[in-house]
């Protein structure tokens, strides 16, 4: 491996952590069916991966910071590998619940780490080579998660989609030990416990409710805006906050930071629907599903290698507002099911938010950066990930209870043909139209082009890289 070793290992964990925040939503008929879960439990499987990765992900960073980033990630690839062997073994929905919510503990930890590792690792040009190619592993992975999903659960058995992981994780511990050197950063600011448990229980209590619905909904949202009020307070007191929230009265952070919460879920949270009715309804195999699904992913990965090339200086709110407006009206587009609609009917529309994902996403992470100073570039670009999670997140809650109102029964046993299409083109209404206000929200509010000009400050990285490292970083053994 020469000096490629630590982008190996780097590369394997990143791969695997993004693969299973899609891969498991062409399986969703057969876990259902295997574990005789609902659509709530169903929901949770895909949600709660998210939600912890969200809740963890500001934390994470700095929790590797002082104690060694090396040991973070190797820390994390192993709860990683163990919680998806339960996953893989799981004998019912509940077990399987908390299993993919220790998977998303491990995968904040490698998460975290990745950046820092790689810059820690390489210089100059090197240091670019291989963001490059990080960058390119992170988009290949979220558009072949559904086909290996699919490919695994029809030859294998779904259970199949989490064991993989064990191998794979086996290679990425024995690289990482072997050829990543420890760093540090002796300056790294302290870590906001309950800034951080504040934030997980308001995210999880409202995400909860909205997944519940009924009289259920109300006291979750009570609970929620409670922390939040709690997580404000605390981050307003803390000496080392975890999000500075004077950051929130910069429009373009703002603005940066609404773009974020909707663009993950308005793009991909109605995908496990849109996978019931494929599966139920179209009687496809879970193969086919996922070929279905894939102009998306696959459209997003081409898209963002020819904006980081094609469109280098055009302002964010151009990139990341026209790639929600695309968002949008890829939603509207899959909004006209019938009773007698055929999987043709998504393609327009899974090519339009493919468009518009590949516009958006590798841009808002250096768009965040680039609204705040530069000593806050790290927490920017940690809350920027976070929201995308969050919204993620959300978006399965919302989607799904649009899309279930609209259902008789239990859409995880249902066969409503006229059902899951209204169900279905009423979750994508909502889906557009979440996305197109926040397409305008983003370009009423991020307007300052020449920010770090201004500022005196190189550019933040495009493409989805990395903020550029400030700090010098100290390697151990």
């Known amino acids: ?10 590369c394997l964990g990143t791969f695997m952590l993004l693969v299973d925040v899609n891969i498991v939503t062409v399986a969703l008929p057969d876990m259902a069916r295997g574990l005789g879960a609902d659509f709530g439990a169903l929901q949770w499987v895909m949600d709660v991966y998210a939600l912890a990765l969200a809740a963890l992900l500001m934390g994470a960073g700095t929790l590797a910071d002082r104690i060694g980033r090396r040991r973070l990630y190797v820390g994390g690839l ?160 803390a000496a080392s906050p975890t999000l500075d929230l004077g950051l929130l009265r910069r429009p373009a952070f703002a603005g940066v930071m609404i773009g974020s919460l909707a663009m993950s879920g308005t793009a991909f949270a109605a995908l496990i629907d849109t996978s019931l009715w494929l599966r139920a309804v179209l009687g496809l195999s879970p193969m086919e599903a996922g070929l279905v699904i894939l102009p998306l992913p696959a459209v997003s990965f081409v898209t963002s290698l020819l904006a980081g090339r094609l469109l280098h200086g055009v302002p964010a709110r151009w990139t990341v507002g026209g790639g929600l407006a695309l968002i949008g009206a890829g939603g509207f587009a899959q909004a006209f099911l019938t009773a007698g609609s055929g999987w ?29 100073p530069a000593e806050r570039g790290g927490m920017a670009a940690g809350a920027v990930g976070a929201l995308r999670q969050l919204g993620y997140a959300l978006g399965v809650a919302v989607l799904g209870a649009v899309f ?69 970083l100290r390697s151990g053994a």
């Open 1 to 10: 491996m020469g000096r490629w070793g630590p982008l190996t290992a780097v």
């Open 78 to 237: 192993v709860a990683f590998a163990a919680s998806s062997l339960v996953c893989g073994l799981a004998p019912d929905a509940a077990t399987l619940v908390a299993a993919r919510a220790a998977q998303g503990v491990g995968a904040a930890a490698m998460f975290a780490t990745t950046v820092a590792l790689i810059a820690a690792s390489y210089e100059g040009r090197d240091r670019g080579t291989a963001f490059g190619v990080w960058g390119a592993v992170s988009g290949a992975a979220s558009g072949i998660g559904p086909i290996l999903g699919g490919l695994l659960t029809q030859h294998l058995g779904w259970r199949w989609i989490f064991l993989v992981n064990l191998p794979v994780s086996a290679v990425a511990v024995a690289v990482t030990l072997r050829k990543v050197r420890e760093s540090r950063d002796p300056d790294a600011r302290r870590l906001d416990v309950p800034g951080i448990a504040l934030f997980a229980v308001a995210a999880g209590a409202l995400t909860f409710g909205l997944t519940r619905g009924g009289g259920e909904l109300w006291t979750s949202v009570a609970v929620s805006v409670v922390a939040f009020a709690a997580f404000a307070a605390v981050q307003r007191r």
């Open 344 to 372: 043709t009917a998504l393609v327009p529309g899974l090519v339009l938010t493919g468009l518009g994902a590949g516009l958006a996403l590798p841009n808002v992470t250096a768009a965040g950066v680039a609204a705040v």
């Open 404 to 472: 279930r109102s609209a259902v008789p029964g239990d859409p995880a046993v249902s066969h409503d043909a006229a059902g899951f299409a209204a169900g279905l083109s009423a979750a994508y209404a909502t889906a557009g139209t979440l996305a197109l206000v926040a397409a305008v929200s983003v370009l009423l509010l991020v307007r300052d082009r020449e920010r770090d000009r201004d500022r005196g400050r190189p550019p933040a990285a495009g493409a989805d890289g990395p903020p550029p490292v400030r700090r010098p």
